[in-house]
């Protein structure tokens, strides 16, 4: 059982399809205050159908919005941002919330920023897919790595599954993510993040997962379900 239960606001101008999954989950539902995004979006949408508590902060000036946001943030006095937004945040909300802002990136950064990891992972025929779990800082795809995961990329198992196999890591990797953080095993030591007692014996997740709900978590695989939905 966690130590405390978090105070997390998704930020969000995205499908939502990782977050709507872990929405599902009891756990990760308790940890997420709101779902706050710059304009009308499926994000929106899927947490309202939730029941989660949804704003539009209505701001195009991404340097007024992150203003706004850290104001909402500070108010409602939230202990970490998950991000699904495609700009980057700027200002002192990045200073306000250092190593507290968790992005999720459908590649092994540093290799293969930017908005297509996943498809830009494949074009260049790396013999791995992957992701990462990080915070952000004011650069584009960087900021200390939390967990990263690995899947061979095998050709003959076709870009449709392998998204899939992708999806589901991100899922897997952001509910253990917050579980770490609401036991508060997670630290910063310089340019590292530290996992108190966390294991490195299994080299799909680097740390290991040990949260039995991450664990066990599994995701049917429908092609047309995966073709709706982007991977991150």
């Given amino acids: 059982m966690s130590r405390q239960t978090l105070k997390c606001v998704v930020v969000a101008s995205t499908g939502g399809s ?22 009308p979006c499926p994000a929106i949408d899927k947490a309202r159908r939730h029941g989660i508590n949804a704003e539009i902060i209505a701001e195009r000036n991404k340097e007024v919005f992150c203003d706004r946001l850290l ?7 939230v202990d970490y941002v998950i991000s699904f937004f495609t700009k980057l945040f700027v200002g002192d909300l990045l200073q306000r919330y250092r190593d507290r802002i968790i992005n999720l990136h459908p590649s092994l950064l540093p290799a293969f920023k930017g908005i297509d990891g996943f498809g830009d992972t494949l074009a260049y025929g790396a013999r791995y897919v992957g992701t990462t779990v990080h915070f952000i800082d004011e650069h584009m795809d960087e900021g200390k790595i939390i967990l990263q995961t690995v899947y061979p990329l095998d050709p003959g198992k076709g870009g449709v599954f392998l998204r899939h196999c992708i999806f589901q890591q991100q899922c897997k990797s952001l509910l253990q993510v917050i579980k770490w953080l609401a036991d508060e095993r997670i630290r910063i030591q310089g340019n590292q993040v530290i996992v108190e007692n966390a294991q490195f014996a299994d080299y799909e997740f680097s740390p290991n997962l040990d949260f039995e709900e991450a664990i ?12 709706q939905r982007h991977p991150a």
Avoid at 18 to 39: C, G, H, T, W
Wanted: net charge negative; hydrophobic share 45%.
């Fill in 18 to 39: 990782v977050m709507n999954e872990l929405l599902k989950n009891a756990f990760f539902k308790s940890q997420v205050f709101a779902v706050v995004s710059d304009r």
């Fill in 216 to 227: 066990e978590l599994e995701i049917p695989f429908v092609v047309e379900s995966v073709q």
């Fill in 71 to 77: 104001d909402y943030l500070e108010s409602h006095q």
